[in-house]
């Protein structure tokens, strides 16, 4: 399954929305996913109670904050 990605600007696979987030899910995915499945139904059963606070609860990640992770990230990896 694919979707239109509105913070990659293109067409993303349902897999990827699933493990963006270091493996967990985007932020976006219940918002993106609810009127093609019961998304939270299989959120709840492929990943703990625990995980989807962690992915979901609390503030978004400003945009910044997001390119200085990835940025972070990348530098590590060299």
Same mark, same amino acid.
């Given at each position: =399954?694919?979707?239109?990605?509105?913070?990659?600007? =293109?067409?993303?696979? %349902?897999?990827?929305?699933?493990s963006?987030?270091?493996?967990?899910?985007?932020?976006?995915?219940?918002?993106?996913?609810?009127?093609?499945?019961?998304? =939270?139904? %299989? #959120?709840?059963?492929?990943?703990?109670?625990?995980? #989807?606070?962690?992915?979901?609860?609390?503030p978004?990640?400003?945009? =910044?904050?997001?390119?200085?992770?990835s940025?972070?990230?990348?530098?590590?990896?060299?």
């Amino acid at each position: =399954m694919e979707i239109y990605c509105t913070q990659l600007g =293109m067409v993303a696979e %349902f897999p990827y929305c699933l493990s963006v987030n270091e493996g967990k899910p985007c932020r976006n995915t219940i918002g993106c996913w609810r009127e093609r499945m019961d998304i =939270m139904k %299989f #959120l709840k059963s492929a990943f703990t109670e625990e995980a #989807l606070i962690r992915c979901f609860g609390g503030p978004p990640k400003t945009r =910044m904050e997001r390119i200085m992770e990835s940025l972070s990230s990348a530098v590590k990896e060299d």
